[in-house]
């Protein structure tokens, strides 16, 4: 990527976000994008194949940031643990991004196609997340389970994030953690059997 | 629904099926789909809007049955146990539907459209899911937790029961709720502030 790509790719994601909700992401073109943005059409598609890419472009590097804090994460650690430690490694890119993913989740609440493309593009997280805890020596279902139930527990955490800030999403973590336990724990022997 | 109306819907899906792994999904029409269940195409349309809901039929009977569980499950359970009975309530759905089930997962699995439909008729499932438990009183960010980790440990259980059924659903179920309990019980305090 040239020097300065990631500022022409942010600038435009921004116009892409902010025609969408202007105009309806239907009717925003990838040349309206990029006009926008300042650049030619020609250079927004050497940064995304459609318009709609535009919305899941930052899914690929949090993917393999998450993948990779697994991997690093200490070999002491506990399942659960290491879930722990890869999203506390992982949640600055949601800092980061904040300015950026409330108004893309509007827009993408607001088209079925958009909202279905989200759900597979969080398949794809979880399946890697699972992966990597494979490449640590899990069996496959509990890893598949344990990424299912992390990405679960982190989504209700950024979600809670989303609703108050007042403190930072480490601490959302810690307690979406927590209820977790908390609610699989209140089940009885007696009544799972 | 006339008379019989269940089991020319049953013929219609496994018409469907049957021409969808044989031609593929795209090839095949609404008219085919008909011609096969021995039924005209005006026939289909009373049961179906399109080819592609014809797989996914099912998933309005579970979401209505599943609600239906939760609010008849004895209020004195806890919320993980009440998922429980509620799961053991309507697992009968599954056991019923098995052979339909994995040719269909097939034709899903290869088409991403499909997949993308699935998931999403499964965020439905949940919201549906959580609603139930928000009117059992339960307050809304914890149901909406516990039914996103809910359904995850249902589908661990369906899959693995899928994969192996030496053992009835049911025991599934009571398997991956004692997994998840496992898993989120595996934190320390230490690690998770």
Redesign the interface.
Known sequence: MPKGGDDVRRRLQFAALKLFRKHGYEETTAAQIAAKAGVTERTFFRYFPDKREVLFDGDVAFTEALASAVRQAPSS?????TL??AFQAVKQIFVENRGFTLPRQRVIASH?AL???A??K??VVTATLAAALIERGVPP??A???A??GM??L??AV??WFADDSVELGVHI?K??????D??????DR???
């Open positions: 650690l506990s399942l659960w643990n722990f430690h079925p909202q279905e493309r759900v597979a969080a398949r279902s509990q598949n389970l344990a299912q139930i679960a527990t989504s209700h979600a809670t810690a979406a953690f927590h209820e977790v336990r609610l699989a724990a209140s089940g009885t009544a799972n059997t």
